[in-house]
């Protein structure tokens, strides 16, 4: 495109009767003010353009020109989606700009839609001849590689063959691959310190670098990052400084009902082409979705649009209705809530829906949504059609295959449904394990991933994060430990075991101490996938939790299997009011269907259910441990101790260690002046839970000089190990006040 043919398009796209004068279109297309008034007089001569009498002189689009460009899909996007029009035109400006764009940096909350703007952006420039047609677009978000910072930086700038050991061959980067075209670098503020930088070197001399080259390389390619945090406070100042271009995306909530009735129409259109079918939206659905609240924004409302879909879909195909037909009293509660608003949202409801409509019809013959993701797969809907087929098979009835089907389908949109992402909370483990132990989990596991070519995933980066941040601890101390299995790893897994040994040496460089090979052994399991050492290598011990309450244990059990991302932890509920001798029976109902030779661990609270595992052990002939005043990080300690293959006693062992070292951890914590202060003491015949969340209570409500007393949250439960706490704080203050408060409630 030459100096006059986007002069001529930036006046095309100017919404009808606007006028711009020279030195205006100078400074937005950058061309100089004498070469925009050359161009404009020869496009006056040509008829294509005229211009005012007044001064400033303004420039007009002819009335007779072909105006095509002006009702382009980027125009007809605009008319439905107004909130977007001050972002769509700075988007035109951004791919307009000359020679090749202007990089841009898109902002908005999760689920606005950046990727969809982004790909808007691509396809604008395919339409302006800014790109060519076959020019490539990628979508990359950089979420994925976040719990590795240096094989995000190297996904996105290649690799150097040698660059470390695993890089067996030169690896084309996502810069070189889009060569030509523009590349989506979404949650660009998970990019590591280092890789922002080698991103400002490209931006900002066109020079990049593969990993462990030395070679200046150089790409065509237009950059366009996103991100849901501010860029003032997640990305350096001389990244930003590169991308002068700022686009926001308002949230779902600050944009127009009128917007929002074009999505869920467009979302339903989307759906009955999907599914090759006419669907049915009562009156009352249209009006839920129109206000219920979205947190997650166009992205939930898409997907919840296909929950409600999905199921009226089941409920067709066993027979429940003729047709694919949606009423709001089949909706999840939280949408259904939208028909409860204020009564401005039903005066905005008749104007937008009206009232004599029952139901809306939308079919899946016509033209393809515009600006809809139309890679989706149909497959919610095939599963829902195999599962039936298998379902009949076994010769289940209708009802219960119905429930089925529903439980099925809201499992697969729970992470919509929930609003939760699959991300690491590296901020978390920043504070469990502190900055220079994650430095060093990050060295393991990006060695780890490339050596082995496999992508470490969010539960097993947790799992193998806790587990080096033990293994350091226990080197500390001058604590062993023996891998039973380390023998049969070696013979069934040398390469796993290999690298293995050089994340050891990796560890050992970290910590300055030597590390026994046995620990290489464990660390080789986390690049093992669960059907290769399952049964091969040996069978884990067993982990039962119980404990009194409603829902106590199982609620501990299901925490400690989300977070490490396995349904392992057994728990047993013991009601107040139930005989311990039928918690037992449960308890050996458990043992049977779950029977293990390699022994269980019984976690409990306290009272009779410390006896259980001598009963256990007598009539099933296996090896079993008890430890009681069970906390959820027993439960989680243990679990991930057993995943790994560690033997009863060295789980037993590990478990018990976590109280001895949280009693370090405090003692580390305790200034060195606190023998002349007073101490208050709370505690709590639950645990210490109670006690600590006394303490936050009395650091709320109680005004008290802190250089004279301090509060100490301790456990009651163990008389024994209470009193022992008493003598030591009294050993170590001058003078003792103690403030027992009790809490008989049952958790």
């Known amino acids: 495109m030459n100096r006059k043919e986007k002069i001529y398009t930036y006046l095309l796209n100017q919404p009808e009767g606007t006028g711009l004068d020279a030195q205006t279109i100078s400074s937005i297309l950058n061309i100089s003010r004498a070469n925009v008034s050359h161009e404009l007089n020869n496009l006056c001569k040509e008829g294509k353009v005229y211009k005012s009498s007044g001064r400033p ?7 007779d020109q072909n105006t095509t460009l002006k009702s382009s899909k980027i125009d007809e996007f605009v008319k439905n989606n107004i909130s977007l029009k001050q972002a769509v035109e700075q988007m035109k400006a951004a791919i307009l700009y000359p020679p090749k764009g202007m990089n841009c940096l898109i902002l908005g909350e999760s689920g606005v839609g950046k990727s969809m703007f982004a790909s808007l952006m691509h396809e604008y420039a395919i339409e302006m001849k800014v790109k060519n047609e076959n020019s490539p677009f990628i979508i990359f ?12 930086t190297s996904q996105i700038f290649g690799v150097k063959k040698g660059a470390y050991t695993g890089a067996e061959e030169n690896k084309t980067g996502l810069i070189e691959k889009a060569n030509g075209g523009i590349l989506f670098l979404d949650e660009v503020h998970r990019l590591p310190p280092e890789g922002q930088e080698a991103l400002f070197m490209y931006l900002d001399t066109g020079y990049f670098r593969r990993i462990g080259d030395n070679e200046n390389r150089t790409s065509d390619v237009l950059i366009i990052a996103a991100t849901t945090e ?19 995306i308002p949230s779902l909530k600050n944009r127009t009902l009128e917007e929002r009735l074009f999505l869920i129409k467009s979302f339903f259109k989307h759906e009955s082409m999907r599914l090759n079918r006419d669907i049915y939206v009562s009156l009352n659905t249209i ?11 166009i992205g939930q409302l898409k997907s919840d649009i296909q929950l409600v879909c999905a199921k009226a879909y089941s409920e067709f195909l066993t027979n429940i209705r003729p047709d694919v037909r949606i009423y709001s009293g089949s909706l999840p509660s939280y949408i259904r809530e939208g028909l409860y608003k204020e009564k401005e949202h039903r005066i905005m409801w008749n104007k937008l829906v009206g009232e004599d409509i029952e139901f809306f019809k939308f079919s899946n013959s016509g033209d393809n949504i515009p600006y809809i993701d139309s890679n ?18 076994k010769g289940i009835s209708d009802i219960n295959i119905e429930n089925i089907l529903e439980k099925d389908i809201t499992r697969y949109f729970s992470k919509y449904i929930s609003g939760v992402t699959d991300e690491i909370n590296r901020k978390s483990l920043f504070n469990i394990l502190g900055k220079d132990v994650l430095e060093c989990v990050d060295k393991v596991v990006y060695f780890m991933s490339m050596s082995s070519k496999i992508n470490i995933s969010s539960n097993m980066y947790i799992a193998l994060a806790l587990h080096i941040d033990t293994l350091i601890k226990r080197v500390n101390t001058n604590k062993s430990i023996v891998n039973p299995q380390i023998n049969k790893i070696k013979q069934l897994y040398p390469k796993e075991f290999k690298i293995a040994l050089e994340a050891k040496r990796i560890i050992e460089d970290f910590i300055h101490h030597p590390i026994p090979d046995d620990e290489a052994g464990y660390l080789a399991i986390f690049l093992l996938p669960e059907e290769k050492y399952g049964q091969k290598l040996f069978e884990k011990v067993k982990i039962i939790l119980i404990a009194h309450g409603e829902s106590t244990a199982t609620s501990m059990a299901d925490v400690s299997n989300k977070l490490l991302g396995e349904d392992y932890v057994i728990g047993i509920n013991a009601p107040i009011e139930i005989n311990p001798l039928k918690i037992l029976d449960e308890l050996r109902k458990v043992i049977k269907e779950n029977f293990c030779t390699s022994g269980y661990l019984i976690l409990v609270d306290m009272g009779s259910l410390t006896t259980f595992g001598e009963i256990i052990e ?28 560690f033997s009863l006693d060295d789980i037993y062992k590990e478990v018990l260690s976590v109280n001895s070292q949280m009693e370090l951890n405090r003692n580390l914590r305790e200034p060195n002046n606190n023998k002349n202060k007073f101490a208050i003491i709370t505690a709590c015949l639950t645990g210490e839970g109670g006690s600590v969340a006394l303490k936050s209570f009395l650091n709320k409500n109680l005004k008290f000089d802190k250089d004279i007393f301090e509060i100490i949250p301790l456990n009651c439960i163990d008389v024994k190990y209470f009193t022992q706490q008493i003598k030591k704080y009294r050993k170590k203050r001058k003078y003792f006040l103690l403030s027992l408060l009790l809490k008989l409630i049952w958790i």
């Open 618 to 645: 007598k009539e099933f002939n296996v090896p079993v441990k008890v430890i009681p005043l069970v906390s959820t990080l027993h439960v989680l300690e243990a679990t991930r101790k057993a995943l790994l293959g």
């Open 287 to 297: 009006r839920a979705f129109l206000s219920y609240d979205c947190p997650n924004n």
């Open 230 to 248: 501010n860029p003032d406070s997640v990305l350096l100042k001389t990244f930003t400084r590169r991308i002068p271009m700022i686009i926001n």
């Open 141 to 152: 978000n950089c979420a994925d590689y976040s719990n590795n910072p240096q094989l995000l």
């Open 376 to 393: 989706d797969n149909n497959s919610i809907y095939e599963i829902i059609e195999q599962k039936l087929d298998e379902l009949k098979s």
């Open 57 to 63: 002189v303004l420039y007009f689009v002819s009335k």
